[in-house]
């Protein structure tokens, strides 16, 4: 599942695609940006100053307005959601002490009838 990162204004970035972040005032990074292509630049900066560039597994180079320690943070948050939604939370099974169910005729699951005490 895709865990997508608010960068403001409507644009966002998917978490697991990024493989590297930095701050945008670094000379290499400034380098990169003057070497990629314009179609693997993408700016999400939105008109604000550039503080971080994320490299995406594809090759694109992402500019955006967040510093890279907020972007950090949002990745973290994404993968902690997300391993909270795959945590499993699983019932006792029948019989093992866990609440019984009755049928329609007021029997619980091992034949006793609902008003008998064990």
């Known amino acids: ?3 997508w990162i608010d960068v403001g204004k409507g644009g ?12 945008a005032d ?10 990629v292509g314009a179609g693997q630049l993408i700016d999400l900066t939105f008109g604000r100053p550039c503080r971080a560039v994320a490299i995406l597994d594809s090759g694109h180079v992402v500019t955006t307005h967040l510093a890279p320690q907020v972007l950090l ?4 948050g994404a993968r902690s959601e997300a391993a ?25 699951d091992d034949g006793r009838k609902h008003d008998e005490q064990a």
């Open 12 to 23: 966002g970035l998917v978490a697991d695609r990024i493989i590297a972040l930095a701050k």
């Open 84 to 108: 909270l939604r795959s945590a499993t939370v699983t019932a006792p099974p029948l019989g093992s002490g866990g609440m019984a169910s009755t049928d329609s005729m007021g029997q619980t």
């Open 73 to 76: 943070e949002h990745i973290d």
């Open 26 to 35: 670094s000379a290499p990074i400034r380098r990169l940006m003057a070497a």
């Open 1 to 3: 599942m895709k865990h």
